[in-house]
């Protein structure tokens, strides 16, 4: 018999805010490891503590399982955060997200998406014509998860993002998390960037041109973040997609591209 395989999610929260989050897919055998090193996240590496943490793990049912490839990685270098946000806006619509649309979203998540003008715990789940958001709860949003790089392509991912200087572990979990999104039905593009205070890098990525890093997206210091999936409802029955982003697991066989970083201005 196969091992089993387990869903592994961590939760942490510090006095009742979304303060870090993890999803995993991995082996029995590794559940404890895997389970250790996500908990040990209750401390980040700015040395704050969450107050309550909660770690859950779920068989998963192996036949159920799809492979995919790792959309390609680009890097933009920009002088500062607002020219990020330019850039952002720009990705966007080339991706097919309108002008306006695109904007507010950006607001959106710099203004702290969850009511009160805080953290989301997920994301939020945006219609690409009006710009309306569909997520049920605007504090919990869309969590996705089962998602993970297969057992037998961990050494190697992890060798070409480390020979680009790119093995850090938010990298790593974010480029996961942004293949399974683009390769969800009805999905347009997706808006991120972390509410780690220390961690200002972001992405914007979409189907058709892949994985889009921007070095600077906030100010440092700044605990605001969040992701937008910008979604066609006329593409996709939103229960299929919600569906999908949640519980179908995915596991992702192999990297595509990853271009050297290149510098963005807004003249070019
Ligand atoms: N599903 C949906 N939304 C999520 C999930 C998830 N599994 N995990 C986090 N979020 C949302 C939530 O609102 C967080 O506040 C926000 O995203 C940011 O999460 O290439 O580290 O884990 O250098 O802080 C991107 C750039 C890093 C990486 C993103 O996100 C790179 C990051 P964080
Ligand atoms: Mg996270």
């Given at each position: 018999?196969?091992?089993?395989?387990?869903?592994?999610?961590?939760?942490?929260?510090?006095?009742?805010?979304?303060?870090?989050?993890?999803?995993?897919?991995?082996?029995?055998?590794?559940?404890?490891?895997?389970?250790?090193?996500?908990?040990?996240?209750?401390?980040?590496?700015?040395?704050?503590?969450?107050?309550?943490?909660?770690?859950?793990?779920?068989?998963?049912?192996?036949?159920?399982?799809?492979?995919?490839?790792?959309?390609?990685?680009?890097?933009?270098?920009?002088?500062?955060?607002?020219?990020?946000?330019?850039?952002?806006?720009?990705?966007?619509?080339?991706?097919?997200?309108?002008?306006?649309?695109?904007?507010?979203?950006?607001?959106?998540?710099?203004?702290?998406?969850?009511?009160?003008?805080?953290?989301?715990?997920?994301?939020?789940?945006?219609?690409?014509?009006?710009?309306?958001?569909?997520?049920?709860?605007?504090?919990?949003?869309?969590?996705?998860?089962?998602?993970?790089?297969?057992?037998?392509?961990?050494?190697?991912?992890?060798?070409?993002?480390?020979?680009?200087?790119?093995?850090?572990?938010?990298?790593?979990?974010?480029?996961?998390?942004?293949?399974?999104?683009?390769?969800?039905?009805?999905?347009?593009?997706?808006?991120?960037?972390?509410?780690?205070?220390?961690?200002?890098?972001?992405?914007?990525?979409?189907?058709?041109?892949?994985?889009?890093?921007?070095?600077?997206?906030?100010?440092?210091?700044?605990?605001?973040?969040?992701?937008?999936?910008?979604v066609d409802p006329a593409a996709t029955e939103l229960s299929m997609l919600i569906d999908f982003l949640e519980q179908q697991p995915v596991l992702f066989n192999a990297l595509g591209q990853i271009y050297s970083p290149q510098v963005w201005t807004?003249?070019?």
């Amino acid at each position: 018999m196969d091992e089993p395989l387990f869903s592994v999610r961590m939760r942490a929260s510090l006095m009742g805010k979304h303060f870090a989050g993890a999803e995993r897919i991995v082996a029995a055998s590794s559940l404890g490891e895997v389970t250790a090193e996500l908990m040990s996240r209750v401390v980040n590496s700015a040395d704050e503590c969450a107050d309550e943490a909660y770690c859950s793990v779920e068989r998963i049912n192996p036949d159920e399982v799809i492979f995919e490839l790792l959309p390609d990685v680009s890097t933009f270098k920009v002088a500062d955060w607002e020219a990020g946000r330019r850039l952002a806006q720009r990705l966007l619509v080339d991706a097919q997200v309108p002008e306006a649309v695109a904007a507010n979203a950006i607001k959106t998540l710099a203004d702290g998406a969850a009511p009160g003008g805080h953290v989301m715990r997920g994301a939020i789940l945006m219609d690409v014509q009006s710009g309306r958001r569909l997520e049920a709860d605007m504090a919990r949003g869309i969590r996705v998860s089962r998602m993970d790089l297969a057992t037998g392509a961990r050494q190697e991912v992890h060798r070409q993002l480390a020979s680009q200087g790119l093995d850090h572990y938010r990298v790593c979990e974010a480029l996961v998390l942004a293949g399974k999104v683009v390769c969800a039905p009805g999905l347009v593009a997706e808006l991120c960037w972390s509410d780690a205070p220390d961690y200002v890098t972001g992405y914007v990525s979409s189907p058709r041109h892949g994985y889009q890093r921007i070095s600077d997206m906030k100010p440092a210091g700044d605990k605001l973040g969040g992701r937008v999936f910008f979604v066609d409802p006329a593409a996709t029955e939103l229960s299929m997609l919600i569906d999908f982003l949640e519980q179908q697991p995915v596991l992702f066989n192999a990297l595509g591209q990853i271009y050297s970083p290149q510098v963005w201005t807004d003249d070019e």
